[in-house]
């Protein structure tokens, strides 16, 4: 096998695929919640949460959803490929020191990202509750991966699979039955603000994974930085993980719109380009 | 016979209204006929001067001589035989303060323009080189960081016959001469040069290796690595830390750059964003300040450069203040942000405070004091922050042993040695943002260091 090379790929829903990629080094050395940069053909550099690892067979596995023209280069490259550039483990591992009992609260494409963790944490035998939200039934994943290490609640934004409704109801059900150490939640910002704001109310610890817009990784351009308790803090270097009590979502809810126009264009061109 | 010209000889320059609209070099270099009529000004000082300027003693009245003689490529080998990067030093040195500062012909006109004729002689054997090969059979080094002191200690050791890897963490060579400085100051194919010149040497280069995070130091010694040198730069930005920093439409210069160069965003079909403001605000002095400024020119803005001291305080080389100008830079000097105005999350305005020049500080300059009730607004809708850099803490954040002072600078020895046995460090990472010159000497320095310890074992 060659550095780098797509060794897996399956596409978990319409827009989420998985690859196997194979990195002995990283595979060796990356814990949860760490990620990797890669950079393909005419790509940008795009950060990507490290989903699962067999280090024995030195692969790593990235999870992404097809949103621009970055990804979508991704999702069309083949088993077989090699990725021109991959980097990582960025990022700091997440911390699970004197975690007993957790729940880790997951939306979309965050579910990949919330694996490692409910799976690091059942390895250290606490208790685990999951919640994966999605849109609807279609795009329900990795549903049977999380059961073997979580007691796993669904729900669907449309009702069309297990429970109706968005996170924050399953959530508020089990913090009135039951004692967390640590809340984890990882997906889009509005999502984990608004479970922010709930385990606030309980007064639970909780962790939230951020996802800002990346170049280097490694804290050169300062443009992943956000506002924790009231300092400039840089997610690629800092974080990933921030104390989500303390996180100004609402600003980086407006620094992740910095390029949706340019995105919205490019992807149309690239669309187009394509069926050319 | 001597050239009495008061004047240096002109550099052929591309046309400042067609280079704003191009990334292009602006400096075109000298032709034979150009370099030999400048390098006959050279009085040929008996106790050199000029070279006492130079942070590497380049034996520069030697080379124009050689240069006088028609022999380019003596001339050539005489540069390199302290500076190994002289195509790109003879482009981006602040040669005003150093060798050039010194030149007598300076004292009742311009100096020799040393600098141009490094280029020349440099540009010269690029087109004519041959390949230089080495066996490399002794012991593995590492080197970490592909800057320009990176690159200097590989190749300075690959010549003695060390087997040296290069670890970078991005995806591309050259640290800041390729993610930091322009096309249209360094071509990026000069640093692609160099770096494929170590190649042939034997160097082997990794990229998208971050130690720290993929191998930490002592990894990489049980990996076999005999010697470690870390040349791991200054690339940590700063900011103000003053409210709006967060808006859309802020940038560090380091990303506005990387995004143009090393993504290069400025390209129509390029997949890397990037905001293209109507009215940019640089904030600071710098070279950094100039290089944001001048291309946000080149992406159609109108640029202010605001800066709280004074002209004569910029610390910019002279010539890209010079060029900035004649593109059509603004300058808003005297002038500090103190606030950064915004809707609807995007950059609308920028609040400032006028200055005034009091008391010298500890550096010498005089320091700028706020004249009370001087807030104004400019309009703009980009901010591009340059007001330094300082070493990256993921290092030392994985390196517990790894010594740093209170600006996270690595701690060396006068031979480079850090708190580590067999690991040493050199460049912005010892020193903080400084030049390529002083990084590459260090970069030397630890090669010659590494050798004395390695030879005898
Ligand atoms: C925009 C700009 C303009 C400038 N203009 C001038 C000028 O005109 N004249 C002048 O003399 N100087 C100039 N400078 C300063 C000069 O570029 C620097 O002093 C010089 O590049 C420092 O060299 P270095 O090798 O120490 O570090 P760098 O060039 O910073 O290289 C460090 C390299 O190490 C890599 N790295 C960092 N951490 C790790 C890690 N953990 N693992 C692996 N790799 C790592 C980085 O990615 C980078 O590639 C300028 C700087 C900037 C930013
Ligand atoms: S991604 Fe550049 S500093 Fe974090």
């Known amino acids: 096998m060659k550095l780098n090379q797509i060794v897996e790929k399956k596409q978990l829903n319409q827009v989420v695929y998985l690859m196997g990629i194979y990195n002995p080094a990283v595979a060796n050395k990356a814990k949860a919640g760490q990620f990797v940069i890669f950079k393909h053909k005419e790509s940008e550099r795009i950060p990507l949460t490290i989903a699962d690892c067999n280090s024995k067979m030195g692969i790593v596995y990235i999870v992404f959803q097809q949103a621009g023209v970055s990804t979508a280069i991704l999702s069309r490259a083949n088993v077989g490929e090699q990725l021109d550039h991959f980097a990582g483990p960025l990022g700091n591992a997440t911390n699970f020191e004197k975690v007993k009992s957790a729940c880790v609260v997951a939306g979309g494409v965050g579910a990949a990202i919330a694996y490692p963790i409910a799976k690091t944490l059942h390895s250290q035998n606490a208790k685990v509750d999951a919640i994966l939200g999605f849109r609807s039934k279609n795009l329900v994943f990795f549903e049977e991966k999380f059961q073997t290490v979580a007691d796993t609640h669904i729900v669907t934004d449309d009702g069309s699979y297990a429970q109706k409704g968005l996170v924050t109801y399953s959530l508020e059900q089990l913090l009135n039955t039951k004692q967390y150490d640590c809340v984890f939640v990882v997906g889009p910002l509005p999502m984990m603000k608004a479970v922010a704001n709930l385990t606030k109310e309980y007064s639970v610890k909780t962790i939230a994974s951020m996802n800002p817009i990346m170049i280097d990784g490694t804290g050169m351009c300062g443009g992943c930085r956000l506002t924790v308790d009231g300092k400039t803090k840089f997610a690629c270097v800092d974080g990933p993980d921030f104390d989500a009590h303390k996180v100004d979502f609402d600003q980086l809810i407006a620094r992740n719109k910095t390029y949706q126009q340019f995105e919205r264009h490019a992807y149309d061109k690239y669309c187009n380009l394509l069926k050319k | 016979m001597i050239n009495t010209q008061k004047t240096k000889t002109p550099m052929p320059h591309q046309d400042a209204k067609l280079r704003i609209n191009n990334f292009d070099e602006v400096a075109l270099g000298y032709t034979v006929q150009q370099a030999q009529n400048e390098a006959l000004r050279c009085l040929s000082c008996k106790n050199s001067p000029c070279t006492t300027g130079c942070p590497v003693n380049v034996d520069i009245k030697k080379f124009i001589s050689q240069i006088v003689e028609g022999d380019f490529e003596s001339a050539y080998q005489t540069i390199a035989k302290t500076n190994c990067l002289p195509a790109v030093c003879g482009r981006v040195c602040p040669q005003e303060i150093q060798c050039e500062s010194k030149c007598v012909c300076g004292i009742k006109g311009q100096p020799v323009a040393i600098g141009r004729l490094e280029r020349f002689v440099a540009d010269w054997h690029a087109q004519r080189q041959t390949t230089q090969t080495s066996t490399c059979t002794k012991q593995k080094i590492a080197v970490v960081g592909s800057g320009p002191s ?308």
Not at chain 2, 408 to 418: K, L, P, R, S
Request: hydrophobic share 40%; charged share 20%.
């Open chain 2, 150 to 457: 990176g690159l200097a200690c590989a190749g300075d050791l690959a010549r003695l016959g060390y087997q040296v890897t290069v670890f970078e963490a991005l995806h591309v060579l050259g640290g800041v001469l390729a993610y930091g400085i322009p096309q249209f100051r360094l071509p990026k194919e000069i640093v692609e040069n160099e770096v494929e010149n170590l190649k042939k040497l034997g160097v082997e280069f990794q990229t998208n290796v971050v130690i720290g995070k993929l191998f930490d130091v002592d990894e990489l010694k049980n990996q076999g690595y005999s010697a470690i040198y870390l040349a791991t730069g200054a690339g940590l930005p700063k900011f103000m830390n003053i409210p709006g920093e967060g808006l859309s439409g802020v940038y560090s210069a380091n990303e506005y750059l990387t995004r143009i160069n090393l993504m290069k965003a400025y390209l129509e079909n390029s997949t890397t964003p990037i905001l293209k403001g109507k009215k940019v605000c640089v904030v600071g002095g710098g070279n950094v300040a100039m290089d944001a400024a001048r291309s946000a020119l080149r992406m159609g803005s109108e640029v202010h450069v605001v800066y709280r001291r004074g002209e004569q305080e910029l610390p910019a080389r002279k010539e890209e203040i010079e060029h900035g100008k004649e593109e059509g830079l603004i300058f808003d000097f005297l002038t500090n942000p103190v606030k950064i105005l915004g809707k609807d999350g995007f950059v609308v305005g920028m609040e400032c405070v006028k200055m005034q020049l009091g008391q010298p500080d500890a550096s010498g300059r005089r320091r700028p004091e706020e004249i009370p009730q001087s807030n104004f607004v400019i309009d703009c809708d980009l901010v591009i922050m340059a007001l330094g850099t300082s070493p990256n803490p993921l290092l030392k954040n994985s390196t517990p042993n790894l010594q740093t002072d209170k600006w996270g600078c690595i701690v060396v020895d006068q031979n480079g040695q850090t708190s580590m046995e067999n690991v040493y460090a050199g460049g912005d990472a010892t020193t903080g943002s400084a030049t390529v010159i002083l990084a590459m000497s260090q970069g030397k320095l630890v090669a010659k260091s590494i050798d004395e310890k390695l030879k005898n074992q």
